[in-house]
């Protein structure tokens, strides 16, 4: 039981405060050194090598949506989250819960595209798992994928430093929106696609430009006010961004309007935020490349909290997203 | 010497949260005050209609149909949100037709839709109900909680506990309404009025063009987003609502009744009438203790007036609607620190 709820609400796997609520419930349970680091990858040694482990189940409803699908963001959601603690991702799992009555062909398609992403990525998949289940105890087809991944060069914390920079690889939403247009018959004519793409050479590319990155994390769930909040908090320091530098696509943000979305907590799959001291912000807004922004700074004032510069200059808090956003009524 | 303050309302819950989200206050002059206004459509739905759509949920074979802001706000005894996770049939839509849809695809359930809103709102369930009809349904009902807002802004305008200066006019609304409606605000309650839009300039140069009425003691009706509003409106969308919907007085959660401020089914759609279909008994509708949204609604008082803002009532787990809607004022409040 947390607070006053007595049941597990959807609230609960948004991404906001009421999942880490949850994930710290968890935590506490198994408490050790290496899980309380809470990164998206744990990291440890095995003789002198330095591995990182990951793992990450995806129930995503529709199975298949413009940029993507659920065999794709199941190799890049482990490949992802592998990539951020800075390691390079070499072996992944495959383990499928299928809900009985499943197509073979939506099957082979999604194992298509998994080996496809997989081959893109340069992981391969080692072992794997296949369950069925009686109708109406899964939707579909659930996904499990956990990773592992060889640390290089150096590792990622979960800690900024004071005056870091940040930087973002493009622009943000898309994943949650195409998502949400795809899933809900919306209707719209859009053209938003889903971002959703392996990470692991351009964050490969900037620890190769840089050896002053303090903290990458790829804003999924929860979007990028949610890991800006995190990164505030467990650095204990603030963070400033700018809102006129936070690349939003026209479309995305037409359709966030309609709807009463705020793009900054609608979720990506195929970017990330890089922390790095500032002089190298530029050697490492290169490295990743096009469409690319430098979005904020980590202040030493108002530590542990997010503040947004607005357009028009006024500067407010960001915080991390309460409950679910709902679609407003106009 | 102190000049006088300039108080201005704004009536719509998409400027509050608009002039929130762009930190607009933080920089006016501080004898400008900006407070909020009744147009947020969840927010002034009486408690009454709440529970007896809630009551209807109960009903078996019954399915619910709603816009998302109305799923967390809280009834008498329960919400939306809850009644659906105890198992009620309750679903979000993103338009009325949606329901039409979820009606043809279940023709042994009744399906209702929970109408609620005001001139944007209303006349795209007043097509939708035009819409059933032509398709012949017959499971297909609404429950008219649609308000109209002028009567509830001249109601504001003649207060005198509530002393504005001038209203920042709905965009939306005005789209559909034109300026005629204003006139009497302008005119007869000497109020100056500009429509504006959504964008955060928008808003300021509607804010700037107010003061400029008040200091030259002008009260006039002016728009300030001329690429959505003609002085005419959307006359075939009124037209169309017209056909539908006559006007009934209505409660608003705390401005109280008034006269010819909602709407209700012609006769000759009574068919789809969901309080004619639906006869519930309603629990004694009891206002939540300490919940001070009745008078945030009227601009009387502030959510930080409040004594059980961002204690006990969150937007997770809100008191009063004013937290829940994304058009909220103590939810606009909450979100971004004003």
Redesign the interface.
């Known amino acids: 039981m947390i607070g006053i709820d007595k049941n597990i609400t959807l609230a609960y796997g948004n991404g906001g405060r009421l999942m880490h609520e949850l994930i710290d419930m968890l935590r506490s349970k198994f408490s050790n050194k290496i899980l309380n680091e809470l990164s998206d990858a744990a990291e440890f040694k095995v003789n002198s090598t330095r591995l990182a482990f990951s793992t990450d189940s995806f129930v995503v409803k529709p199975l298949f949506f413009p940029g993507g699908d659920i065999g794709k963001l199941a190799v890049c959601g482990t490949v992802n989250d592998i990539s951020m603690k800075g390691a390079t991702p070499l072996f992944i799992s495959l383990a499928f819960i299928i809900e009985e009555g499943l197509e073979f062909s939506i099957l082979e398609r999604i194992t298509s595209s998994i080996k496809q992403s997989a081959a893109k990525a340069g992981v391969l998949v080692v072992t794997g798992d296949v369950k069925v289940v009686e109708k109406g105890a899964a939707d579909k087809i659930f996904i499990n994928t956990a990773g592992i991944g060889v640390i290089k060069k150096y590792s990622l914390g979960t800690k900024a430093k004071p005056d870091d920079v940040i930087i973002i690889n493009g622009p943000i939403a898309e994943h949650g929106m195409a998502i949400l247009n795809a899933r809900e018959n919306l209707g719209f004519l859009s053209t938003i696609k889903s971002d959703c793409r392996n990470l692991n050479f351009e964050v490969k590319r900037c620890l190769k430009a840089s050896k002053n990155i303090s903290v990458m994390r790829d804003p999924t769930r929860g979007g990028l006010a949610t890991s800006l909040n995190e990164i505030a908090y467990s650095s204990n320091l603030g963070i400033e961004v700018y809102e006129k530098s936070i690349p939003v696509r026209a479309n995305v943000r037409k359709l966030c309007d309609v709807l009463g979305f705020d793009p900054m907590y609608v979720a990506n799959e195929g970017k990330f935020i890089c922390f790095v001291k500032e002089k190298d912000a530029m050697k490492v807004k290169h490295a990743i490349g096009k469409g690319t922004r430098i979005i904020g700074k980590v202040t030493s004032s108002h530590k542990g909290e997010v503040y947004l510069k607005t357009q028009i200059g006024a500067s407010r808090i960001l915080p991390m997203l309460e409950a679910d956003q709902l679609p407003r009524i106009c | 010497m102190k000049e006088d303050k300039i108080k201005l309302m704004e009536v719509c819950g ?1 400027h509050t949260m608009a002039i ?5 206050k ?2 006016l002059p501080s004898e400008i005050e900006l407070i909020s206004g009744p147009g947020c ?2 927010c002034v739905t009486s408690q009454a209609d709440i529970d007896r759509a809630i009551e209807i949920s109960r009903i078996d074979n019954v399915i619910i149909t709603t ?3 109305m ?2 706000v809280p009834g008498t005894k329960t919400s939306f ?1 809850d009644m659906k ?1 105890d198992g009620a049939d309750i679903r ?1 839509v ?2 009325p037709l949606d329901a039409l849809t979820i009606s043809e695809d279940n023709p042994q359930k009744r399906v209702v839709f929970m109408g ?3 001139e ?2 209303s006349p795209t369930v007043a097509a939708t109900i035009i819409e059933a009809r032509k398709r012949g349904l017959r499971n297909f009902f609404v429950l008219s909680n649609f308000k109209v807002l002028f009567p509830a802004l001249e109601a504001l305008a003649g207060s005198s506990k509530l002393k504005v200066d001038g209203f920042i006019c709905p965009g ?1 609304v005005s789209v559909v309404t034109g300026t005629i409606p204003y006139a009497k605000i302008a005119s007869h309650y000497k109020k100056p009025c500009v429509i504006t839009g959504f964008d ?2 928008d808003i ?1 140069k509607g804010i700037k063009r107010l003061v400029e009425q008040i200091k030259s003691h002008r009260c006039t009706t002016e728009i300030e987003y001329r690429r959505a509003v003609t002085e005419d409106g959307n006359i075939e969308a009124r037209r169309v609502l017209d056909s539908v919907f006559d006007v009934k007085d209505s409660h608003w959660r705390g401005l109280g009744m008034i006269k010819e401020s909602g709407l209700k089914l012609k006769n000759k759609y009574r068919q789809f009438d969901a309080e004619k279909e639906f006869k519930v008994k309603l629990p004694k509708a009891i206002l939540p203790k300490g919940c001070i949204c009745g008078e945030v609604l009227q601009g009387i008082k502030g959510p930080r007036d409040c004594k059980l803002f961002g204690k006990v009532c ?4 809100p008191v009063g609607p004013c937290m829940v ?3 909220g004022t103590c939810a606009a409040y ?5």
Not at chain 2, 20 to 24: D, F, P
Not at chain 2, 314 to 317: A, G, L, V, Y
Not at chain 2, 334 to 338: C, F, H, L, S, T
């Open positions: 998409t929130a989200r762009a930190g607009i933080k920089l459509p969840v816009f998302g802001d799923m967390r949100e996770r979000v993103y338009s609620v809103g005001f944007t709102t939306h955060e300039i300021v969150t937007p997770r787990k809607s994304s058009e909450y979100r971004y620190g004003e």
